[in-house]
């Protein structure tokens, strides 16, 4: 028989040794933490667990349990036990739900950050899991776009290349990043089931497709609120007008308004104000509108949001 001992946690019996289940010592660490209410190590040690040998599903449920509980329990406390560098300004990790209209409509889990002032991503990599590649810059895997801005800082943003019909799976990811610099980052982050919003905001009097007539166009939309939204967490509303390319991709927006907490329902180019210097009026030509809540909450060192999002496609031809 081997030497073990077993502990009695929320969880149930685990027992404490490798050599008995090759249980992970970080896992069983914060499990530990957990029943003493030290949150910050509960967090450090699930990183640790999840960059050490590959933990078996039941070691995954009890990952999943100490997250959910914690978050629970003490949202004001959690940390995935991780910094982002300092070159770095912030980082968002988002999980959209995308619709054109009632037929098609799609989910997709997007990062994005901004980077200081002559600091570059050089790799990008995000699992799920324990290996699922869904982006791998150097590989191309995925889509990864970078774009300086005019105050010489730079934002990134890193997806899957294409969005899914079903909600973007629950569970941990890794994420692995170098800059230019040499530096090295490896993290992590979790998607709970609920990050998946399972409605969108509305247009009202816009269908996809639409010719319109002026440069200087109106927009409408119903207030919305996703059902997922919790008391915890704040939003904000995003309204976009963005060129489309041939290509099919978005330029950059000639109109952009966001506010947090906004109860704002409508947006005229002609006389309501943006949030930075805009384009306008529209050059005849092909156009995105779209309008987004995204929920959000601090889980330190990333911001984690919901996106409720809707466009629509229209022609600019006066």
Avoid at 3 to 25: C, D, E, L, R
Avoid at 69 to 98: C, F, H, S
Avoid at 243 to 263: E, I, M, R
Wanted: cysteine-free.
């Amino acid at each position: 028989m081997f030497n073990s001992v077993f502990k009695k946690t929320i969880f149930g019996i685990i027992i404490s040794t490798t050599q008995a289940w090759g249980a992970s010592p970080a896992l069983l660490k914060a499990q530990e933490a957990y029943l003493a209410k030290d949150n910050k190590t509960v967090f450090t040690s699930i990183h640790q667990a999840l960059r050490g040998p590959k933990l078996s599903q039941a070691e995954m449920r009890n990952l999943s349990g100490l997250y959910s509980r914690v978050l629970a329990e003490a949202p004001q406390q959690a940390d995935y036990g991780w910094t982002l560098p300092q070159q770095m300004n912030k980082m968002r990790v988002m999980v959209e739900y995308i619709a054109t209209d009632d037929s098609n409509k799609n989910y997709n889990l997007v990062v994005t950050g901004n980077l200081k002032a002559g600091s570059h991503i050089k790799s990008f990599i995000i699992k799920k899991y324990p290996d699922l590649v869904i982006v791998d810059k150097e590989k191309n895997i995925g889509v990864f776009k970078s774009e300086s801005k005019a105050n010489n800082t730079e934002d990134f943003r890193g997806r899957p290349r294409n969005g899914q019909a079903l909600p973007v799976p629950s569970g941990a990811y890794l994420i692995d990043f170098s800059l230019d610099s040499g530096e090295k980052t490896s993290g992590w982050f979790y998607i709970a089931e609920d990050m998946n919003s399972p409605a969108n905001p509305e247009f009202v009097g816009l269908t996809n497709g639409q010719v319109i007539t002026t440069g200087t166009p109106s927009f409408s939309w119903k207030m919305f609120q996703s059902p997922n939204r919790k008391a915890d967490e704040e939003y904000q509303v995003i309204f976009a007008v963005n060129p489309l390319k041939d290509d099919g991709n978005w330029g950059a927006a000639n109109f952009v308004f966001y506010q947090n907490n906004s109860k704002v329902t409508s947006m005229n180019l002609a006389t309501d104000t943006p949030s930075e210097p805009a384009q306008v009026p529209l050059a005849d030509g092909n156009y995105v509108a779209s309008i987004a809540y995204n929920d959000y909450k601090m889980i330190s060192p990333v911001w984690m949001l919901r996106s409720s999002k809707i466009y629509k496609k229209i022609t600019v031809k006066k």
